[in-house]
């Protein structure tokens, strides 16, 4: 949880949050009730699910090494890495995800990065059912 408190925190304390005194008064009451929220959602969380992990956060298909044997040997390319709870670092990698903001309908395909996906949907909704067995079972 300290880490949700510390993130609002962080937020209602930023000038960013509105323009005149009636906007942030009023983003800063609507920070509050999504502690609130928050708070009354992750207090029922599994303590695993909350302790502080480490996050790539630029987990693609060109940043992992892999073996004849198919297993992962090596990860690089950790400049964007991050460390949060659990619960928010775990997500599929981008190369089976599809869903809005990591999809390559939505890449120019004149990009250096039109590429990198690696599977067509229907192969990645297979692969993240393979994903869903090895990583929560």
């Known amino acids: ?19 005149t005194k009636p906007d942030f008064h009023a983003a800063q009451l609507t920070l509050k009730r999504l502690e609130e929220r928050i708070s009354e959602s992750v207090i029922a969380y599994d303590a695993t699910l909350l ?39 775990a997500t599929y990698p981008s190369w089976i995800r599809y869903d809005g903001t990591v999809d390559p309908r939505f890449v120019d395909k004149e990009s250096q990065f039109s590429s990198l ?14 994903y869903d067995a090895v990583c929560i079972t």
């Open 1 to 19: 949880m300290e880490y949700f408190t510390w993130l609002i925190k962080v937020k209602t304390s930023s000038p960013t949050i509105g323009t």
């Open 51 to 89: 302790r502080s992990v480490p996050s790539h956060e630029d987990f693609g298909a060109q940043n992992v090494f892999i073996n004849d044997d198919g297993l992962i040997t090596g990860v690089i390319d950790w400049e964007f890495h991050m460390v949060k709870p659990a619960v928010l670092a």
């Open 117 to 130: 996906w690696i599977t067509s949907p229907v192969d990645a909704r297979k692969l993240r059912q393979e």
